[in-house]
């Protein structure tokens, strides 16, 4: 997020391309706002803390088993602190409002400016970005 404004934000490419792959809107929050950011971010630093502290595991596999049974068996039953109601339940109602993933992966890929000199041009191991732009743009902002 470049800008958090709540009626136009101001989105880096990359994460505005995430969110139009998988169908989502970024609801920024507003800047030192706690009450409003830290529930959403809270699960993340629950989850690191609870069930995996200390913890290692050789296969990925294995990983996943423990913490398919401790969602199962304590993270689902257990009453949420906010709303006083079992997560489970709460997850039930919301599960036929999500959506499926898209069939595909988001494709990840790097985001930047470059600049193109002259002198850039014949140190490039590739010589194909610069040489190839006329001499009128070189010199100039370039994203890719």
């Known amino acids: 997020m470049l800008a958090p404004d709540i009626?136009?934000?101001?989105?880096?490419?990359?994460y505005r391309d995430v969110l139009a792959h998988y169908g989502v809107t970024a609801l920024p929050c507003r800047v030192r706002d706690a009450d409003r950011?830290?529930?959403v971010e809270a699960g993340i630093g629950h989850t690191q803390r609870t069930?995996?502290?200390g913890l290692r595991f050789e296969r990925l596999e294995d990983a996943q088993a423990y913490l398919d049974h401790?969602?199962?068996?304590?993270a689902d039953t257990r009453i949420h602190g906010t709303t006083?109601?079992?997560?489970?339940?709460?997850?039930?109602?919301?599960?036929p409002?999500?959506?499926?993933l898209p069939p595909t992966p988001f494709r990840y890929y790097a985001f930047g400016t470059r600049t193109c000199t002259s002198t850039a041009a014949?140190?490039?191991p590739t010589r194909t970005t610069a040489s190839r732009r006329p001499h009128r743009h070189r010199g100039r902002g370039r994203v890719g």
């Open 7 to 14: 009626y136009d934000p101001a989105l880096n490419p990359l």
């Open 37 to 39: 950011k830290g529930k």
């Open 51 to 53: 069930p995996l502290k």
């Open 70 to 74: 401790w969602d199962t068996r304590w």
């Open 84 to 95: 006083k109601r079992q997560v489970a339940a709460m997850f039930a109602e919301e599960r």
């Open 97 to 100: 409002h999500l959506q499926p």
């Open 122 to 124: 014949s140190r490039s």
